[in-house]
Structures are given as C-alpha cells and as structure tokens.
C-alpha cells in the first residue's frame, strides 16, 4: 500500500510540473526573459529554501547543515546544478519549436533515462567504496529501457505529425514549430536536465540522518542542485535583458501584481514535482528498484501529463487518427513503466 501511496504522490508532482506552463500564459507586458527569471526565483530558491526547511530538525540550521556538509560533495552538487540550468534553459526552447506536449515528451524522456543511470555512474567513479552502480539492477535497466521506448513512439508521433500538417496547420497549433531544430534542441535539453538527479545523487547525505524524516531527506540536496540552476538561468536572463533593452520590463508596475501571482504560480507547480519526489520517495524504502527509478518515474508522468496538456491546447489538432493511435500508444508504455520493475 505504500508503494502505490509514493507512486501517486509522485504521480501528483508529476501533474503540478506539467501544468506549471499554463499560468505562464496570464503573464502580462513582459519579456520570455523577465518573467522566466521571476518565476524562477520562486521556483529555483524561495520554495526550495522553505522545502528544505522541513528536513531541520529542531534546535539545529540549515546553514549548519551545508557550512559542515563535505565540501566536495556540496560543490559536486551546486555544480550539476549549474549543467542542470543549461538544460533548463534550452527545454523552453525545445517546447518553442515543438510545442508543449511533443517538447516535453522528446526533453523528458531523454533526461529520465539518462538522469538515473548517469548518478550511480559518476557517484561510482568519485566514490567506488559506495558500489553506486549495484542500484542499476535489471529491473531498474528494463524500466529506463521502455520509458525510452515509449518516449520513442512518442517521437514517431511527433514526426507524422511533422509530415501530414501543412505549414499553416502546424503554425496554428505551434507558432514556431520546427521538428529538425526542436528535435535537436530537445535531445541537448534532455542530457542537461538529467544533471538534477545526478546532483541529487551527490547530495543525498546532505541531511541530518536519522534525525530527518526520510520523506524530506532530499530536500536540503534539492536546494542546492536548483540554486546552481538559477545561477545559469539568471545570467542568461540578465544579459537578455540587457541585449533586448527589457530592463524596462520590471518597471512596469501596473502589471507586478498580476505578474508575481502567476510567476508565482508557476514556481509552486514546478518546484511541486521534486517535492513529491522527495516525499514519494519516503514511502517507497521497502523497494530499492523503485527508490532508484523515482525520478525516472517522474520523468515518464510529466510526459504522460504534457500530451494531456497538448491535447487540452489543441497542439495535436488536424492530427490523423493514425498520428494520435501511436501518440496514445507511446504514452500507455510510459505508464506501464512506472509499474513494471514490481513486476520483474
């Protein structure tokens, strides 16, 4: 019972990333790069500080924790981080050129995959006393093997897409869409963003031990691989801002109001994925398999969620019935993976 418990919990998480693009939509006279760096200081450090929070015990700090925290180990940590912002960065892109549901998709599955086997790899190489790479049973192997399957079809999905709209049709359902670059763009957005988990990885006994309940034992870990993201993202921004003249945009007061709501409701949905991982992951323990592929499980939802959202926008739109049979096809294999290692 707990097993289905943390799965549907990550399940929720999943649910709140992919629709944290949504309240995005509300945003109001400002620029990509000024309210992509808004949100991101919610998503990236305020909600991530107060989630952290939850794994101090009484009478101890959280930045006890990370001044007596191994040094290698909290720059290895805030450095994934960083790679991971680079991810994040070029996954907007991907969803331009490709629209949220195939974007997502594409970006997702190939962070998923190699998120999971990427950690327990790297963690081997710095820390071969660990023996890392015993978490990468068959069973965890099969799993990361069909969500890539899944996420395969999807990208099949995508290309008749591709080939059966005209020009007008697909710029009716994406504005700039562009399978050759989005596809390119996705692949790099999915290596990048698979740096979170291996950060996770590095900075998973950042944490109070047994002092922390096991459900928010990833948080103080979370923090720092989501600071290092917004170091990237808010360079990027900034000389955005500064090469499009947009400064102006945070001076436009009439809009602050309706604009903090929903960066703000973005963050809260986004950061909500990894904060489900961490509690589902507390009520998974008793299964080692499914504690290795949590955040490939995650993954997987947040494609699943995605098409839903693509569907609900009309991104599929003048789509053949052929084109959405394989699209739903793709995304019931992906669902199947999240049960599979329990039945290896």
Do not use: H
């Not at 509300?26 to 909600?47: N, T």
């Not at 995959?113 to 023996?131: Q, R």
């Not at 002092?211 to 993201?229: E, H, K, N, Q, S």
């Not at 290795?292 to 098409?307: K, R």
Request: glycine content about 10%; some cysteine; hydrophobic content about 50%.
């Amino acid at each position: 019972m707990e097993i289905i418990i943390g799965l549907l919990i990550i399940a929720v998480g999943a649910f709140c990333q992919s629709s944290s693009y949504v309240p995005i939509n509300k945003i109001k006279d400002w620029s990509w790069e000024s309210y992509w760096i808004v949100q991101g200081i919610f998503a990236w450090l305020l909600l991530p500080f107060l989630g952290a929070l939850l794994a101090v015990p009484q009478g101890e700090s959280l930045f006890s924790l990370f001044a007596n925290a191994p040094s290698f180990q909290l720059t290895m940590t805030i450095l994934f981080g960083i790679l991971w912002g680079v991810g994040g960065l070029t996954f907007g892109l991907s969803m331009r050129y490709l629209g949220v549901a195939l974007g997502q998709s594409i970006a997702l599955g190939t962070c998923a995959a190699l998120g999971t086997i990427m950690g327990p790899v790297l963690l081997n190489i710095f820390f071969p006393e660990l023996n890392a790479l015993e978490s990468l049973t068959f069973a965890v192997l099969m799993g990361v093997a069909v969500t890539l399957a899944g996420i395969a079809i999807i990208g099949v999905a995508g290309s008749m897409k591709a080939a059966s709209l005209s020009e007008e049709e697909k710029k009716a359902a994406v504005k700039d869409f562009n399978f050759p670059k989005g596809i390119t763009i996705a692949l790099l957005a999915g290596f990048m963003s698979g740096c979170f988990n291996v950060g996770l990885e590095f900075g998973k006994d950042i944490n109070f031990g047994e002092l922390t309940d096991p459900m928010f034992r990833t948080l103080p870990a979370t923090l720092l691989v989501t600071f290092g993201g917004f170091l990237t993202n808010a360079v990027y921004c900034f000389y955005q801002n500064q090469k499009n003249g947009t400064w102006g945009d945070y001076r436009k007061t009439k809009v602050w109001g309706n604009n903090l709501f929903f960066c703000l409701l973005a963050g809260l949905l986004w950061y909500s994925q990894f904060f489900g991982l961490s509690v589902g992951k507390g009520f998974l323990t008793s299964s080692p398999t499914l504690t290795t592929l949590a955040f490939c499980i995650l993954m997987a939802l947040n494609v699943v969620f995605s098409n839903v959202w693509g569907i609900i926008l009309k991104e599929w739109k003048g789509c053949s019935r052929r084109t959405i049979c394989v699209l739903v096809i793709g995304l019931l294999v992906l669902i199947f993976s999240s049960f599979l290692p329990q039945l290896l």
